[in-house]
């Protein structure tokens, strides 16, 4: 499957900021499944980027915007050829080896209400890791109810459970937090989604998590659809959390007043669709 994606970030401020400084990550990465035909980060006028790559692998580019500037946008976009392989992830460049991802981080702290969920998947499921990280994939689903505008980048885990409402970012959290208090290690993805129903307009991108399964590798589980990711998705960023894997973080000196706007689209290629 053939993706075009278009991501537009836009930035208003009632007063004048000095300067911006951005750590971008928004350039997927060929692996197996996933081939990146073209890709392009348009910063503002005048800015500048610096290409690197951060310490789990993910391209980064730092933008930095040295004028006063009342307003910011800032696009990415480019084509993406997929295919499905179940959700097993390969070819990826990874620096860590599996149990680096047992650690906690602090959106996805496992209290517990986390742990005794976590206890219950396990008892059903039984010992076999797959069959857990399966059943945890639909268990969470079905506690946490998608509905957006309820939760924000901060919140954690354990609040998301307690509440019983989320979107993407706060399944993952709740998914990752159980998975590693059970002993396996989950990471959390950031990326995109091709939607089911045929939208192409979105107002953000999304979120899901990989677990290591013995044998397997690292595997996907998008507990908010309650599947394993398909030739639909395209992976951008991991991290132990969404910190660690946001597309957009940084500061600025001077300025009030931030409002903030994200625009997401993903269809696909119309040369792929008419044939």
């Not at 006028?45 to 915007?65: F, H, I, Q, R």
């Not at 209400?113 to 797959?130: F, I, K, N, Q, S």
């Amino acid at each position: 499957m053939r993706l075009l994606i278009r991501h537009e970030t836009r930035y208003r401020y009632d007063t004048p900021v000095d300067r911006t400084l951005q750590m971008l990550r928004l350039t997927p990465r060929s692996h197996d499944g996933q081939e990146v035909l073209r890709w392009r980060v348009v910063p503002p006028a005048g800015a500048n980027l610096a290409p690197g790559e951060d310490g789990y692998g993910n391209t980064v580019d730092m933008m930095s915007l040295e004028r006063p500037h009342d307003a910011l946008t800032l696009l990415v976009e480019g084509e993406v050829h997929t295919h499905d392989t179940q959700g097993i992830v390969t070819g990826t460049i990874e620096p860590f080896p599996p149990a680096f991802y047992l650690r906690p981080s602090p959106l996805a702290l496992a209290d517990a209400a986390l742990r005794d969920l976590a206890d219950t998947v396990a008892a059903e499921a039984g010992p076999d890791p797959l069959a857990r990280a399966h059943a945890l994939t639909r268990t969470v689903r079905a506690r946490i109810a998608f509905q957006p505008g309820q939760t924000d980048s901060a919140t954690t885990a354990a609040e998301a459970l307690a509440a019983g409402i989320g979107v993407c970012q706060d399944h993952t959290h709740v998914f990752l937090a159980c998975a590693r208090h059970l002993g396996l290690p989950a990471r959390y993805v950031g990326g995109y989604l091709l939607m089911a129903d045929g939208s192409v307009e979105q107002a953000a991108g999304h979120a899901w998590a990989e677990a290591f399964i013995e044998g397997l590798g690292w595997v996907g589980f998008d507990a908010a659809n309650g599947i394993c990711p398909t030739e639909h998705y395209v992976r951008v960023a991991i991290g132990l959390d969404y910190r660690d894997a946001a597309p957009v973080r940084g500061l600025r000196h001077g300025g009030s007043g931030e409002a903030l706007e994200v625009t997401v689209r993903v269809g696909q290629s119309q040369t792929q669709a008419q044939a």
